[in-house]
């Protein structure tokens, strides 16, 4: 059986003179998105290791990388996501935590690989760090982000670069699945108690939040 293997690699060694580092270096795309005018489109690539962002527009859809990030450190980047506007793109870039809290460092960076959410221009022009975080929602209007903490819902200004994350509310169990509403009046989330959820509202114009469970209703100031 080894020899065989062994064979196997060998021809595939041989194939157009291309090496076994080429197929498994080959760069590959992923998380394609668009922009809610479809005008524009976003992905990952990851070339060797490196992973980027990429944009493309209507009509030529010419491809354009506009994140810089080099060698194969082993940070990811996930959760691409224009803003309503399409001139914007949030994400997210780090790696998720173990059991003891402790993101994933294969490259052993003597920098932090925590995941952060960025911001940047689709050109390509004003990245920004927006807080540490991995999770998230815009808002309709493209001003506001909402996103859970410690299992908590916080919002943040897209726009005030000074600005500081508010808590909506406190809740018991954590909090997930953030939907916004079509007027950007009133966020929907999952409630999760262990054993049960429930799903809420939260109005801003009341500040209050509306829980639903099986049917019956209750109101929580």
């Known amino acids: 059986m080894k020899k065989i ?18 197929y498994l270096s080959a760069p590959f ?42 060698g194969d450190d082993g940070v990811d980047i996930s959760n691409i996501s224009f803003t309503p506007a399409g001139n914007q793109i ?16 294969p490259a052993f960076l003597q920098t932090s690989t925590a995941r952060n959410i960025w911001i940047i221009n689709k050109e390509g022009t004003g990245l920004r760090k927006i807080l540490a975080g991995s999770y998230f929602k815009i808002s ?6 909402a996103y859970t903490s410690q ?16 808590k909506l509310f406190q809740s018991r169990g ?31 114009t009341t500040k209050s939040r509306m829980f639903t469970l099986r049917g019956h209703l209750m109101v929580n100031n």
Do not use: C
């Open 174 to 204: 954590g909090q997930a699945q953030l939907r916004w509403s079509a007027d950007g009046s009133k966020i929907a989330f999952v409630s999760n108690r262990n054993d049960h959820a429930f799903i809420g509202i939260y109005h801003f």
């Open 5 to 22: 293997f062994f064979i196997f690699l060998v021809a595939i060694n041989n194939v157009a003179g291309q090496s076994i580092e080429n």
């Open 151 to 166: 299992g908590q819902v916080w919002t943040i200004s897209l726009i005030d670069t000074a600005a500081k994350p508010e």
């Open 90 to 105: 949030v994400f997210v870039r780090g790696n998720a935590s173990n059991n003891s809290g402790e993101p994933a460092n």
């Open 29 to 70: 795309p992923t998380q394609l998105t668009a922009s809610i005018n479809g005008k524009t489109i976003a992905w990952i690539f990851n070339d060797k290791g490196s992973r980027n962002i990429y944009v493309a527009e209507s009509p030529g859809f010419a491809a354009k990388k506009i994140t810089n990030y080099t």
């Open 140 to 145: 309709p209007d493209g001003k506001t982000m």
